[in-house]
C-alpha cells in the first residue's frame, strides 16, 4: 500500500500538515532531513550545567498531555511536532491515516516507499539506524513515534494474522 507524497492530514483539528507534506513526503526515507530535524527540535541539547536533570522530559510530557486527553488536541499536536519536528508531524499524519498495524507477531507501520516493523520500540528502519542516538530513548524514528500515539489512542489496526506470512504477500 502507498499513499501519494501531497497527502495532508490534519490531526486532530491542528495545523494541517499540508504545507510542508510534499517536502516532508518526499525526505521519507532521508536521514539527512530527519537528523536536521532532529537538530532543529533539540535533541540531544542536555545542556552543560546539570540543569536538563531538573527540566521536565519533552517527550514524556507530550506523552502525558496525550494520555489526559485522550484525542489528538491542538496542543498536543504541537507538543509532538515541536519535541520531535518532521518526525513527530509524519507520526501523527500515519495515526490518522491509519497506518499503524498491529499483527499476531510484529507492529508494522506503512511508510509511503515501505513497511518498517517496529519492536519493543525499535524499528528497523534506516533512520532509526543511522541517525537517532540508540542510548537516548527520546530520539525516535516516525515509525516508533507512530506506534506510541496510536496505542495511547487506541487506533492501531488490528489484524489476526501472522506478519510474517503477509509480507511475503506485499
Not at 510534499?22 to 525526505?27: H, P, S
Not at 488536541?73 to 504541537?78: G, I
Not at 534506516?126 to 537516548?136: C, G, I, T
Not at 506510541?148 to 492501531?156: I, K, T, Y
Amino acid at each position: 500500500m502507498t499513499h501519494g507524497e501531497g497527502d495532508a492530514v490534519d490531526a486532530g483539528g491542528g495545523r494541517a500538515a499540508g504545507d510542508t507534506a510534499n517536502a516532508d513526503a518526499n525526505a521519507v526515507g532521508a536521514g539527512d532531513a530527519d537528523a536536521a530535524d532532529a537538530d532543529a527540535a533539540g535533541a540531544g541539547d542536555a545542556g552543560g550545567d546539570g540543569s536538563a536533570r531538573d527540566a521536565p522530559d519533552a517527550a514524556e510530557d507530550w506523552r502525558a498531555a496525550l494520555s489526559a486527553a485522550g484525542e489528538l488536541t491542538p496542543a498536543v499536536v504541537e507538543a509532538v511536532v515541536s519535541t520531535h519536528g518532521a518526525r513527530g508531524r509524519r507520526a501523527i499524519e500515519a495515526v490518522s491515516e491509519e497506518r499503524v498495524k498491529q499483527y499476531r507477531d510484529f507492529t508494522v507501520v506503512v511508510g509511503h516507499r515501505a513497511e518498517h516493523v517496529v519492536e519493543d520500540g525499535g524499528c528497523d528502519c534506516e533512520d532509526a539506524a543511522y541517525n537517532l542516538d540508540p542510548s537516548d530513548p527520546d530520539e525516535r524514528c516516525w515509525h516508533a513515534l507512530a506506534v506510541d500515539v496510536a496505542e495511547a489512542l487506541d487506533r492501531v489496526d488490528h489484524h489476526d494474522m501472522w506478519y510474517s506470512e503477509v509480507h511475503e504477500f506485499l
